[in-house]
């Protein structure tokens, strides 16, 4: 029932205003049908005088003709009783028409259903949110069993066959089984095709009913009543669970809206009977139910991916990393509504948590690692990489040298001839001085080397000479030297 006040408002804004029903229904939040009562509502018809039309002399031969032809068009009937001396406009019978036309309404047997014998899937829309930045579709999936009426709900974040799957696996886990009829209305992730009796059903669907063993039904078409028990519990988690909450998460949903399942929905009175609670019945009806299948149906979103250059790959607006070593190679990405996995062929390479925000990098670090461990290890084979493993000081002395206007290459290439010719230990100490003076650059680490006394040969490297390790080289008796020593003192002495 609507209070006065507003079946006033609804009447106002159809006739002064002139908005549609459905208009007036999606502002003021009320049932369409709701708004066609308050319209066509008796109480408000004695309110004011009526108004005689041209059509009220003809009402009585109108009413005669539709009692005998109820389903006669108000054209017709106009023509016939123009032919009769109607001089108004054919809109104005066709409201009258309207009016007296009878309405026979269908009549509904109530439907009886045996435990454990049919189960009712639809998905409910809740409007956009915000995750980041990402606007992301929340959706509930419900189903709710026909003979107990215990439900189970899930939030996701979008509608697709791999969520409605895995709706279904997390719904039959609750219920520790699985009803032997799941009924749907036509939806696309349950219904590809309909062509009057014969139905086509989502090849995904189809292996999932072969899993569990259950018969996927559809609704007629236009015949709301077969699944009005789902319907029923959308509108009762919109109406006692939805209204009035705040959640930041949807793991917080969900646990919210588990919690409101098991403390609310289950505990009100079954609408079989009184005298016991729908978690009562649904107790009676667990026995009744399937035996869930031994192991559970996959539900995870496979992709083919692949990375030409960087660690990443791309899925659902965000970045996951990848080992250095699967770069370029073709991978299979496998995406749950908590985890991303990355395979190479049946090897899992790669496991990240999923996010459904937008333009997020997901990054692991030990991949991270790998890249730059294998970067250093490519930079410590060349000339200024061997460098600055041998001298750790010249990367200093080089970072001054580029802020005082000299080439870094050319000072590399001179500290490299340095290291070579004077040896590391000798270079640092030269390095250290000349960072000491204030003169960063090769030129000053040379001149400091030449002053500095050589306590111990350089070992000659003939790595860049190879026909010099060929040469023979025939040693000298010593008495040679001995003889020429002798010989040097007698000279001196004249």
Not at 210 to 236: D, M
Request: aromatic content about 10%; proline content about 6%.
């Amino acid at each position: 029932m609507i209070s006065p006040e507003l079946r006033a408002q609804i009447r106002r804004y159809f006739y002064a205003e002139h908005w549609k029903i459905g208009t007036i229904a999606r502002e003021l939040s009320v049932h369409p049908d709701a708004v066609r009562n308050a319209i066509e509502a008796e109480r408000f018809k004695g309110s004011r005088p009526l108004r005689s039309s041209v059509v009220d002399p003809y009402l009585g031969f109108v009413q005669q003709i539709l009692d005998q032809h109820p389903r006669l068009r108000a054209t017709r009937i106009y023509a016939m009783i123009r032919d009769r001396g109607y001089r108004g406009s054919v809109g104005q019978l066709r409201r009258a028409v309207k009016r007296m036309r009878p309405q026979p309404r269908e009549a509904f047997l109530q439907l009886e259903m045996f435990p454990g014998e049919q189960g009712q899937v639809d998905w409910a829309h809740f409007g956009p949110v915000r995750v980041g930045r990402a606007t992301r579709a929340l959706s509930c999936f419900v189903m709710t069993l026909s003979y107990s009426r215990a439900l189970y709900l899930e939030f996701f974040f979008d509608q697709t066959m791999e969520n409605f799957l895995r709706g279904h696996v997390h719904a039959f886990g609750f219920f520790h089984g699985q009803p032997r009829v799941v009924l749907y209305d036509n939806l696309k992730s349950a219904v590809l095709e309909r062509r009057g009796n014969h139905i086509a059903f989502h090849p995904r669907l189809t292996e999932l009913s072969a899993h569990y063993h259950f018969a996927p039904r559809p609704c007629q078409i236009r015949a709301g009543n077969q699944k009005g028990r789902v319907e029923r519990a959308i509108r009762y988690v919109r109406d006692s669970f939805w209204a009035g909450r705040v959640f930041t998460t949807l793991a917080e949903c969900n646990r919210q809206a588990w919690l409101w399942r098991d403390e609310v929905a289950h505990a009100r009175p079954w609408p079989g009977g009184d005298h016991r609670t729908v978690a009562d019945a649904f107790q009676q009806e667990r026995a009744r139910l399937l035996p869930l299948a031994a192991h559970p149906f996959p539900t995870e979103r496979m992709e083919p991916v692949r990375s030409a250059k960087t660690i990443y790959v791309r899925f659902d607006l965000n970045q996951y990393s990848i080992p250095p070593q699967a770069v370029g190679k073709q991978l299979t990405l496998a995406a749950s509504d908590t985890h991303v996995r990355i395979l190479e062929g049946a090897l899992e390479i790669a496991r990240h948590t999923r996010s459904y925000d937008r333009g997020q990098v997901v990054l692991d670090p030990a991949h991270q690692d790998a890249v730059l461990k294998s970067k250093r290890k490519a930079f410590h084979s060349t000339p200024l990489g061997r460098l600055e493993q041998l001298v750790p000081e010249s990367k200093a002395l080089l970072d001054q040298a580029f802020a005082h206007g000299e080439s870094p290459a050319h000072e590399a290439l001179r500290l490299s001839k340095l290291l070579h010719q004077y040896g590391a230990q000798a270079l640092r100490r030269a390095i250290t001085e000349a960072l000491d003076r204030s003169t960063p650059r090769a030129s000053s680490v040379a001149f400091l080397l030449r002053r500095q006394p050589r306590s111990t040969p350089v070992a000659l490297d003939l790595s860049r000479h190879p026909q010099a390790q060929s040469l023979d080289v025939r040693p000298h008796d010593l008495e040679t030297y001995d003889e020429l020593a002798r010989n040097e003192d007698k000279t001196g002495g004249q």
